[in-house]
């Protein structure tokens, strides 16, 4: 096959047509979806404009694909850096700025030198200044308390928070897929 010009994502749905993932966006390459594809492992739902050619065959980009199989998912969250700045809605939990992922930290409320640990209950997103600022301190020693107690989030949570930060490309064929469930505007 020649290669196309430029990247032609495919959103992946589970056999239910939901994403098979949020966060982060379940997305193949064009040519792992093309191989999908002619191993019969999924369904073509979408298709790009931008079409590929072999000697033999010409095929449409797939720009949204179904698996044929169910995948059960997780019912907790993974604990990772960018699930906690999702949970926290991307804000510093000590001073509620919002910012870039990568002007983003996680603070240990209770600092590790302290005792505490890496979990969903004692991690918050923190911007660098406040980071620095409460350094190794127990909040109450420098007066700087989350704004919310840190938990473990559902998924639906990690959904809701991250459809106010969407992938810097969305093809308008994923959108009936993404926010399925969103409600309709009014006619």
């Keep these: 096959m020649t290669t196309a010009q430029g990247t032609f994502p495919a ?15 379940s997305l193949w390459s064009w ?18 404009d931008q079409v590929v050619h072999s000697p033999s065959y010409e095929f449409r980009l797939p720009s949204v694909i179904s698996l044929k199989d169910y995948v059960k998912t997780g019912n907790r969250p993974a604990f990772t850096r960018f699930n906690v700045f999702l949970r ?59 704004l919310r107690r840190p938990d473990q989030p559902s998924k639906f949570l990690l959904q809701e928070n991250g459809r106010a930060f969407p992938p810097n490309y969305l093809h308008e064929s994923w959108r009936d897929f993404l926010y399925w469930d969103s409600e309709l505007d009014s006619l």
Excluded at 13 to 20: F, G, K, M, T
Excluded at 116 to 136: I, Y
């Design 11 to 25: 959103l992946v749905l589970n056999a239910d047509y939901r994403p098979l993932s949020y966060f982060p966006l």
């Design 88 to 146: 926290d809605s991307f804000s510093c939990q000590y001073c509620s700025g919002i910012y870039r992922t990568e002007d983003l930290t996680f603070d240990h409320v209770i600092p590790r030198s302290r005792g505490g640990r890496t979990t969903w209950e004692n991690v918050v997103t923190a911007c660098a200044p406040c980071n620095l600022r409460k350094g190794n301190s127990l909040p109450k020693e420098v007066k700087m308390h989350p």
């Design 31 to 48: 040519q792992d979806s093309i191989k999908a594809v002619f191993l019969q492992r999924v369904n073509v739902v979408d298709e790009y």
